[in-house]
């Protein structure tokens, strides 16, 4: 198939566009580089130094023989956008360009209004390009479990059966999500929802747990194909960032209570999800959900396990959690949709994190351990 | 009470900044003028001729001696939101200021994109200037019935209690909504629900049916002090534009079969709501909903009443519909909460519309009957 990244620059696009590329299809990448930038905007980096992408599309031709198209540009420019659909004319469009960080759309007004025009725009002008292109294109776009919030309720794939008054329909679930960037992606599927009913679109949401983990088979053939290692408060994800506290000889900051329960999952079964979606599409008008996750895990049970399996002393220590939160909660997932498709999960295990310690002590070096402490505040209304 | 009506110059805002004022509170309105330009886009205009905002204002001092202010501005410029606020120091900020036409946003991308930054912007901006200046300024917001859909189930205002596997919580109501307008005000309700969560502000959702009426009894005191009477398919309401037709011998024009239904209310019934939610404010926290209409009625039979009650010949006219929605769907909605608050609502009556009919012969001269039939259509993407 031809496969079109958008954001394909990123922690998550980049190992995915290697694993389509692999796996046969024909891939291309766009992206607008937006994550750089906000390296530069908060002074952080990837812990593991990352190649320019065009660098790292010429190791993979390389080394495999591949080739990886490369488009660059924002999917908030309509023209963009329209023009590389009619060029690469995809089969499938993975779409991974948002901004992604719950904590950067909460340091102010303005991170707030950017991500979530960032986000609805960009996927606006997208659905409007398939429709008017080709409305046969299927559309994979990430959410977030996040989108969900905390129900008391068993979280259904995306639509709920609904009984009420002796009354029956199948809703789109619920949601009440924890922040300007959870919300926004709350706004893309409710507006992806309407393009599949009025234009007859394809469209699968996969509503992705919290990702671990920095190597696929793919980014691991060569240094030079890395993908990022965040471990900064705003855009690392919570184990990786206890990971690195561990080797760092520091204290594992859970926020609050840590009973907050989360959705997760090992990057090697992102890359893997993204291709039973892209290889089993949605029928057209079908607005398709996953929840993209293997296995729920409470924040402290997390920072215990790499307290468990770190080689050496580990304490835990408990901050007053920067978010508004449930840190207490019902957390129960129904995510059978992509194991249907043949997913077969790689669970939390003493193997994965001691890799990611070994990635650590080798770039150790390199941390600020300054950017792990959180500074956004959900309470505080910064204009 | 202090009250700031957003979008005070329009269709809806300048009837109910009026009967604010005319019913002791110290009023002020905002508008930035875009529904005047949307005229001068679509080459349409008001059939009762209305004056320029510094005029209405004056003639309303003069008449009653009472003083509106006025800040001329758009809610998208956060400085102008955040200086108006500090400086007027609302009580309550009652925000109609928003793109409100289904079928505008369906014009093509541009107008889409438009009015979801346009709107859901201006309200995150509202927000912030909000919980930034004085969280205990009670936000009463504008919402529509547009944004539930049509669902099999019963209709109910903003919550609904779900039991699922033996479970049960009061999540948000789930939305399924028909356009990008409709779609940019659930943005807006899950957006103002996540503010009142993490800043404690205090929000009413007032998620209002199809208004029909030209009359209220502070605009008929003056030629001068009319508000809008739109008939064009754009911006024009079903029953309005029916009557227009009636008066000018041309047939009604349903969309599709006309089992369409919709909740509906009178113009008077509209601004005393906004009074009473103002008067009984929602609490610190609270994301309170109303279900701001006061009957339903399908488009067939709102059309069968026009007839009925003009007195000569009226034909009704099928149009192949423009829209995608449902043309026979189960609709039962609760709107209970402004009733126990005091409404007592003026049901569609013979009156009213014969009310209608006059206003219409007398500007009969000035219709361009263009503008009545739909150009905007659902299912084509206009890029």
């Known amino acids: 198939m031809r496969i079109l990244v958008l954001g394909g620059d990123g922690y998550l ?24 930038g906000y390296d530069n905007e908060l002074g952080a980096e990837s812990l593991v130094p990352i190649e320019s ?23 908030c420019e309509a023209d ?21 960080a719950a904590p950067y759309s909460m340091i ?5 209004v950017y991500t979530q025009v960032n986000n609805v725009v960009g996927t606006m002008n997208l659905l409007y390009a398939i429709a008017e292109i080709d409305p046969s294109i299927h559309l994979v776009k990430l959410g977030t479990m996040g989108e969900y919030g905390t129900p008391n309720i068993d979280i259904e794939e995306g639509w709920l059966e609904v009984t009420h008054n002796g009354r029956t329909d199948r809703v789109l679930y619920p949601k009440r999500p924890g922040s300007f960037y959870h919300l926004s992606k709350v706004h893309d599927s409710h507006n992806i929802e309407f393009a599949c009913r009025i234009w007859n679109l394809a469209a699968t949401d996969l509503n992705q747990g919290v990702v671990y983990g920095q190597q696929t088979p793919e980014t691991a053939l060569d240094d030079r194909l890395a993908t990022r290692f965040d471990y900064d408060a705003v855009f690392g994800t919570v184990l990786n960032r206890f990971v690195i506290q561990a080797v760092l000889g520091r204290p594992l900051t859970v926020y609050g209570a840590g009973g907050q329960t989360r959705g997760i999952l090992d990057i090697r079964d992102t890359v893997r999800c993204i291709q039973l979606a892209c290889e089993n599409p949605a029928q057209p008008g079908e607005f398709r959900v996953f929840n993209q996750m293997t296995e729920s895990m409470s924040i402290k049970d997390i920072a215990a396990t790499v307290a468990r399996c770190f080689p050496g002393e580990v304490t835990i220590e408990h901050l007053d959690n920067p978010r508004v939160e449930r840190e207490e909660h019902y957390y129960n997932v129904v995510h059978t949709g992509l194991v249907e498709l043949g997913l077969e999960p790689h669970l939390l295990s003493d193997t994965l994190i001691s890799s990611l310690f070994d990635i650590t002590k080798r770039y150790a070096h390199r941390v600020n351990a300054e950017l792990m402490l959180p500074k956004v505040n959900w309470r505080v209304s910064a204009v």
């Open 13 to 36: 696009g980049w190992p995915t566009a290697l694993h389509l590329s692999q796996t046969g299809h024909e891939v291309a990448v766009a992206d607008n580089f937006a994550r750089r």
């Open 80 to 100: 963009f956008t329209s023009a590389m659909i009619k060029e690469f004319r995809p089969d499938a469009v993975v779409h991974f360009a948002e901004q992604r």
């Open 53 to 75: 992408l065009q660098t790292r599309v010429a190791v993979w031709r390389e080394l495999t023989g591949k080739s990886i198209g490369v488009y660059i540009g924002d999917l």
């Open 108 to 112: 102010d007004r303005k991170h707030a």
